[in-house]
């Protein structure tokens, strides 16, 4: 069991990282800070944090944990603020939706002390954002991403597995660089293309009558265009030379059934999508067996109090798991 709990960001993945290491039993007292004082205030009054802290400094001072939900491009100062305080017993993570960029700052921010931080991403979120919407059961079933350094001390990596696993949490490591192209493919470019299929409904002169009719398959398509732009603009500006990469694979694909299409060549476009329809169902099927949490959003790529994402059902698994045997 953890003493303290240095929450920096009480949105809604701090809060509900705060909220589930409560209800796990794994930490005595969580200290949180925001750089809102009425969001500190609003979460020490749901009961999400113990203690209002008026610095990430304060926040920090004294934790033996320490959770990053601030935007991604906060992370460097945030750091830097606490970082005299960083011991090698301590833990710090964040939750931030881009790794590359995050490991630069932690190195910028931490220096020699960055053994200490172990990147991570919890791939799953809400449309709706802030503390209040902050539950204990958001990171059950879904997939969490680690990202370490070179330098990232062996006991804090294992000891952060072990905390995500007792969350309910698949774990899973790879490279900061394999982590953005991955999400670059499977959650950053769809919440584009959702973005971009909303604005182009809108721009037609018939767009509220052509809304009216949207059925169950546009709202599927495009229901997370309901996430927060900031946090959105962010991550893509963020991620940006990968997701384009995977915009222009995506346009390849959409110029060939397009162009299979024009030369009114049926079985050839039939085949097509039976092999995507194939690999839908096919994907779906084990997403449902591993308890993933399917096309993802981000954590707090923009903001600690911002959701980013899919909200996307999740698998049901115990808040404590026998994993976790104290750290």
Same mark, same amino acid.
């Given at each position: 069991?953890?003493?303290? !709990?240095?929450?920096?960001?009480? #949105?809604?993945?701090?809060?509900?990282?705060?909220?589930?290491?409560?209800?796990?039993? !794994?930490?005595?007292? %969580?200290? #949180?800070?925001?750089?809102?004082?009425?969001?500190?205030?609003?979460?020490?009054?749901?009961? =999400?944090?113990? =203690?209002?802290?008026?610095?990430?400094?304060?926040?920090?001072?004294?934790?033996?944990? &320490?959770?990053?939900? %601030?935007?991604?491009?906060?992370?460097?100062? *945030? !750091?830097?603020?606490?970082?005299?305080?960083?011991?090698?017993?301590?833990?710090?993570?964040?939750? #931030?939706?881009?790794?590359?960029?995050?490991?630069?700052?932690?190195?910028?921010?931490?220096?020699?002390?960055?053994?200490?931080? &172990?990147?991570?991403?919890?791939?799953?979120?809400?449309?709706?954002?802030? &503390?209040?919407?902050?539950?204990?059961? @958001?990171?059950?079933?879904?997939?969490? &991403?680690?990202?370490? *350094?070179?330098? *990232?001390?062996?006991?804090?990596?294992?000891?952060?597995?072990?905390?995500?696993?007792?969350?309910?949490?698949?774990?899973?490591?790879?490279?900061?660089?394999?982590?953005?192209?991955? @999400?670059? *493919?499977?959650?950053?470019?769809?919440?584009?293309?959702?973005?971009?299929?909303?604005?182009? =409904?809108? +721009?037609?002169?018939?767009?509220?009558?052509?809304?009216?009719?949207?059925?169950?398959?546009?709202?599927?398509?495009?229901?997370?265009?309901?996430?927060?732009? /900031?946090?959105?603009?962010?991550?893509?500006? $963020?991620?940006?030379?990968?997701?384009?990469?995977?915009?222009?694979?995506?346009?390849? $694909?959409?110029?060939?059934?397009?162009?299979?299409?024009?030369? #009114?060549?049926?079985?050839? !476009?039939?085949?097509?999508? +039976?092999?995507?329809?194939?690999?839908?169902?096919?994907?779906?099927?084990?997403?449902?067996?591993?308890?993933?949490?399917?096309?993802?959003?981000?954590?707090?790529?923009?903001?600690?109090?911002?959701?980013?994402?899919?909200?996307?059902?999740?698998?049901?698994?115990?808040?404590?798991?026998?994993?976790? /045997?104290?750290?």
């Amino acid at each position: 069991m953890f003493e303290q !709990l240095g929450l920096i960001g009480c #949105g809604l993945m701090g809060g509900s990282f705060a909220l589930a290491l409560k209800k796990a039993g !794994l930490v005595k007292r %969580v200290v #949180g800070y925001s750089k809102s004082p009425s969001t500190t205030e609003r979460a020490r009054q749901l009961g =999400v944090i113990d =203690v209002e802290a008026p610095s990430a400094l304060l926040a920090a001072a004294g934790a033996d944990i &320490v959770l990053l939900a %601030v935007p991604v491009a906060s992370t460097e100062a *945030t !750091l830097k603020s606490i970082r005299h305080l960083v011991t090698p017993q301590m833990l710090i993570m964040d939750v #931030g939706s881009t790794k590359a960029d995050v490991v630069q700052a932690a190195r910028s921010g931490l220096r020699d002390r960055i053994g200490s931080f &172990v990147p991570a991403h919890p791939i799953t979120g809400k449309e709706v954002a802030g &503390v209040e919407h902050a539950e204990a059961d @958001l990171y059950v079933g879904s997939h969490v &991403v680690l990202t370490p *350094t070179e330098r *990232t001390l062996t006991v804090q990596l294992e000891q952060a597995r072990r905390i995500w696993q007792a969350l309910g949490c698949n774990v899973h490591s790879m490279s900061p660089e394999a982590h953005d192209a991955t @999400l670059a *493919t499977v959650s950053h470019l769809p919440h584009l293309l959702a973005f971009a299929m909303m604005q182009s =409904v809108l +721009t037609q002169p018939d767009a509220d009558a052509t809304l009216a009719l949207a059925g169950p398959g546009f709202r599927d398509f495009t229901r997370i265009a309901g996430g927060n732009p /900031q946090i959105w603009r962010d991550i893509l500006m $963020a991620n940006r030379e990968q997701v384009l990469a995977q915009s222009a694979q995506f346009r390849a $694909a959409l110029q060939n059934l397009e162009e299979l299409m024009q030369a #009114g060549d049926a079985q050839g !476009l039939q085949d097509r999508l +039976t092999l995507a329809s194939a690999a839908r169902a096919g994907w779906r099927m084990g997403a449902a067996g591993s308890g993933a949490a399917g096309t993802g959003t981000a954590g707090t790529g923009a903001a600690g109090s911002g959701a980013a994402g899919s909200g996307e059902s999740r698998a049901g698994a115990p808040a404590h798991s026998p994993h976790f /045997q104290g750290a």
